[in-house]
């Protein structure tokens, strides 16, 4: 991909976050929603234009025909830079869509990862409303009642994904509102869909293998989602093999300690339950430093969740992905198996922001 300019990154990099001191035990209280619209879905399944940063993410694992796992990631990013709405210019950049994707296989030393960037417009790049209608060139991610597809075609590798609905949207937080800090400004709209059952393709090199496998898509979008003291987050989000489903975060300050935390379990009975953020402890067990960015990675984790308890373990060590063309940033997102302590395992993805760098939102 073409370098762009500075100035073109850091307009890109309002879809990621900033900077924090405080610590997570001097604000415990249950999350209060602002007064929000309830989520309305599948409608709030597309675009939201008037928030300031939206992102769809799809991750999960897959198994060849061979038996052998991979772990992949599909990001769609659409974020305003802040442009004039009143520019009447057909060249003014109103919004653009950003694009990520990784391949995780064990078999390789690192993980394969693509990205692109685009003005929304001239063919280049959209994001519809009312369903999910990502694309940004050939790449898209799209979806109908019977599910959603993906197609993306990177240099090293292509996916060619369909995820059918099987699992109920998990909805975080209060009703739909998932509180990121103290202050109830800093928060998004935010649900989730574990348990996609994945069928399709997967090229790496010039072969192309079918694939099978389970996923979990992210949706979110947000006018203030980290205030200035939030140097970056933990999160993940975890299908279990009894069909239960858990997401959970924290948000750390420049210290390394939890600024704010939360999270989401439904049960397999369906029973759901949100977390405070004094029930959520992210304990880093192993570190991986990075021979591509000198980054101290904390790759493995003790995760605990009220009365929950998870091992979250990589796939491999090296799922860096280095978007600093597009976001800014460098973030670690790999696919990770989690057990708990009755020795079930469970399967999902891990993401760490924040630890090469405070992260900038402009």
């Not at 992949?72 to 919004?95: I, K, L, M, Y």
């Not at 280095?322 to 057990?339: F, I, K, N, P």
């Amino acid at each position: 991909m073409k370098a762009w300019t500075r100035a073109f990154v850091v307009l890109a990099g309002a879809v990621l976050a900033t900077v924090a001191e405080g610590d997570v035990t001097t604000a415990v209280a249950r999350p209060r929603s602002p007064v929000a619209p309830a989520l309305t879905l599948p409608f709030d399944e597309g675009a939201h234009p008037a928030s300031l940063t939206e992102w769809w993410y799809v991750t999960g694992w897959l198994k060849t025909s061979d038996g052998a796992p991979l772990g992949f990631q599909v990001t769609f990013f659409r974020t305003r830079p802040g442009v004039d709405d009143a520019n009447p210019s057909a060249f003014a950049a109103h919004e653009l869509v950003i694009a990520h994707a990784a391949l995780s296989d064990p078999a390789r030393p690192r993980a394969l990862h693509a990205e692109k960037i685009a003005r929304v417009g001239f063919g280049l790049a959209a994001a519809g409303t009312g369903r999910t209608d990502v694309t940004l060139g050939d790449w898209r991610l799209q979806s109908d009642r019977e599910g959603f597809a993906a197609r993306v075609a990177a240099e090293d590798f292509e996916l060619d994904l369909a995820f059918g609905r099987g699992e109920p949207v998990l909805v975080n937080g209060e009703g739909g509102y998932s509180q990121k800090g103290p202050d109830p400004a800093s928060s998004s709209r935010y649900y989730s869909i574990p348990g996609l059952k994945v069928t399709g393709r997967v090229r790496e090199g010039g072969a192309w293998r079918a694939v099978t496998g389970d996923a979990w898509l992210d949706h979110e979008w947000s006018d203030a989602y980290l205030d200035a003291a939030s140097v970056g987050w933990d999160w993940t989000g975890l299908n279990l093999p009894d069909g239960a489903a858990l997401m959970a975060f924290r948000i750390r300050d420049a210290s390394g300690k939890a600024r704010w935390a939360g999270g989401t379990w439904r049960a397999a009975d369906g029973t759901r339950r949100v977390f405070r953020p004094d029930e959520i402890d992210f304990g880093a067990t192993r570190h991986w430093r990075s021979v591509h960015t000198g980054i101290d990675w904390p790759v493995g984790f003790t995760l605990r969740a009220g009365p929950l308890e998870f091992a979250l373990v990589p796939l491999m060590d090296d799922q860096e992905s280095d978007s600093r063309l597009t976001t800014g940033a460098v973030y670690w997102e790999g696919a990770v198996t989690s057990r708990s302590p009755d020795g079930a395992t469970g399967r999902g993805y891990l993401e760490l922001t924040g630890y090469g760098a405070p992260l900038k939102l402009r």
